[in-house]
């Protein structure tokens, strides 16, 4: 029963904490999806998510996990051709396994984890073989690292590919300007910078992904991102009943982030928050798992020097709060602390000397 549940401070890198005026929003009303109203929420939405992500291009929502959005870019921009997948951690990997199961052409390009792909060796990889589409992940949520998409996208498009972005852990948080960076598929679940609840994948789609889109066969039925945008532009409907409690949470936090604290506020926040984490494990003398000029600003990954993980898991536990060990096989070795959504600094200092004084 949900009365036995311990609800603890989700210091993990998503899903996060979502504050009590977002959850209140789940509690309205379910609306018919096929009305007006549902027409006129969908589209005050993505005007907003527009807004959001400094683009005109298309949005397209999908009542899944950010994992059905990657498997929708892999089925949608991927033909003949193939894709570069370019790995430098655990959910870049995730991506070249969707493209391998969906029976597309995939190459990996590796870059070693707690790095991030330059123009030169992006540009050697792509002057081998022609591909349909690129793959990066914007900020590789495993490794703490932040893709400098600003300073490779160019590389992507001379060589005539589609450049497809995983923002999942990013967006909302780290700067992003799709139109300006020539992004042509870039997605994100609500779950983390956005501090909403989990359950809804956003994107925007660019005119050459969805003129590529067209001619492919075998899209699938759930993600395809002709039907998708038919729908939308169809009095901003959904070809399947979307996650209506989710799309009010929605609405309420784009309007509180576009016309109150503002986009380039929230980077910004996110950006100190991301400073004083990093100082605070250089002194401790703790390492930074990522290389610092490529480091996330939503969630910093440290490696544990004689940090007994588990064991502080379960103490910060007792402290009333969930904390984020390594990811995958870096488990025990490193340690994440996600400060994104609508976390403040001081909410960050305060945990970070509750680890403090359970790791003297």
């Given at each position: 029963?949900i009365e036995?549940?311990?609800f603890?401070?989700?210091?993990?890198?998503?899903?996060?904490?979502?504050?009590?005026d977002?959850?209140?929003k789940?509690?309205?009303p379910?609306?018919?999806?096929?009305?007006p109203?549902?027409?006129?929420l969908?589209?005050?939405i993505t005007?907003?998510?527009?807004?959001?992500?400094?683009?005109q291009n298309?949005?397209?929502m999908?009542t899944?996990s950010?994992?059905g959005?990657m498997?929708?870019a892999?089925?949608?921009?991927v033909g003949e051709k193939?894709?570069?997948?370019?790995?430098?951690?655990a959910f870049?990997?995730r991506?070249?396994d969707?493209?391998?199961?969906?029976?597309?052409?995939a190459?990996?390009?590796?870059?070693p984890?707690g790095?991030a792909?330059?123009r030169k060796?992006?540009n050697?990889?792509?002057d081998?073989?022609e591909?349909?589409a690129?793959c990066?992940?914007?900020?590789e949520?495993?490794?703490?690292v932040?893709?400098?998409l600003?300073?490779?996208?160019?590389t992507v498009?001379d060589?005539?590919?589609l450049l497809?972005v995983d923002?999942?852990s990013?967006?909302?948080?780290?700067e992003?300007?799709i139109d300006d960076?020539e992004?042509?598929v870039?997605?994100?679940g609500l779950q983390?910078?956005?501090?909403l609840s989990?359950?809804?994948?956003?994107?925007s789609?660019?005119?050459q992904?969805?003129e590529?889109a067209v001619?492919?066969p075998?899209r699938?039925l759930?993600f395809d991102f002709i039907?998708?945008?038919k729908?939308h532009?169809?009095?901003?409907?959904?070809p399947?009943t979307p996650?209506?409690?989710?799309?009010?949470?929605?609405?309420?936090q784009l309007?509180?982030?576009i016309?109150?604290?503002?986009?380039?506020?929230?980077?910004a926040r996110h950006?100190?928050?991301a400073?004083?984490t990093?100082?605070?494990?250089k002194?401790?003398?703790?390492?930074?798992?990522a290389?610092?000029?490529?480091?996330?600003?939503t969630?910093?990954c440290?490696e544990?020097?004689?940090?007994?993980?588990s064991k502080?898991?379960?103490?910060?536990m007792k402290?009333?709060?969930?904390?984020?060990e390594?990811?995958?096989?870096?488990?025990e070795?490193?340690?994440?602390?996600?400060?994104?959504?609508?976390r403040t600094l001081?909410?960050?200092?305060k945990y970070?000397?509750?680890i403090?004084?359970l790791?003297q």
């Amino acid at each position: 029963m949900i009365e036995n549940i311990k609800f603890l401070d989700l210091f993990i890198p998503g899903p996060v904490n979502v504050s009590k005026d977002c959850r209140e929003k789940m509690i309205l009303p379910i609306i018919a999806h096929r009305s007006p109203e549902m027409g006129n929420l969908h589209k005050d939405i993505t005007s907003y998510l527009q807004k959001l992500l400094f683009t005109q291009n298309d949005i397209i929502m999908s009542t899944s996990s950010s994992t059905g959005y990657m498997e929708a870019a892999i089925r949608n921009c991927v033909g003949e051709k193939g894709v570069l997948n370019v790995i430098n951690g655990a959910f870049a990997e995730r991506w070249y396994d969707i493209a391998k199961a969906n029976g597309k052409e995939a190459d990996m390009l590796e870059i070693p984890w707690g790095k991030a792909v330059d123009r030169k060796t992006l540009n050697e990889a792509l002057d081998q073989k022609e591909y349909d589409a690129v793959c990066i992940t914007h900020n590789e949520t495993s490794t703490g690292v932040m893709t400098p998409l600003k300073d490779i996208y160019k590389t992507v498009k001379d060589h005539n590919c589609l450049l497809l972005v995983d923002s999942v852990s990013g967006a909302g948080g780290i700067e992003a300007r799709i139109d300006d960076w020539e992004i042509d598929v870039f997605f994100f679940g609500l779950q983390k910078c956005m501090a909403l609840s989990p359950g809804l994948a956003v994107g925007s789609v660019s005119k050459q992904a969805l003129e590529k889109a067209v001619t492919i066969p075998n899209r699938g039925l759930y993600f395809d991102f002709i039907d998708l945008k038919k729908y939308h532009d169809k009095n901003g409907m959904q070809p399947a009943t979307p996650v209506i409690p989710i799309y009010y949470q929605l609405q309420y936090q784009l309007h509180k982030i576009i016309d109150e604290e503002g986009i380039e506020n929230r980077w910004a926040r996110h950006t100190i928050m991301a400073d004083y984490t990093r100082n605070w494990a250089k002194n401790k003398g703790l390492s930074l798992f990522a290389d610092e000029h490529v480091a996330s600003n939503t969630v910093t990954c440290i490696e544990s020097k004689g940090i007994h993980v588990s064991k502080l898991k379960a103490d910060l536990m007792k402290k009333g709060y969930f904390f984020s060990e390594g990811y995958g096989k870096f488990k025990e070795s490193n340690f994440r602390i996600a400060h994104m959504g609508d976390r403040t600094l001081e909410e960050v200092k305060k945990y970070l000397k509750t680890i403090d004084d359970l790791t003297q």
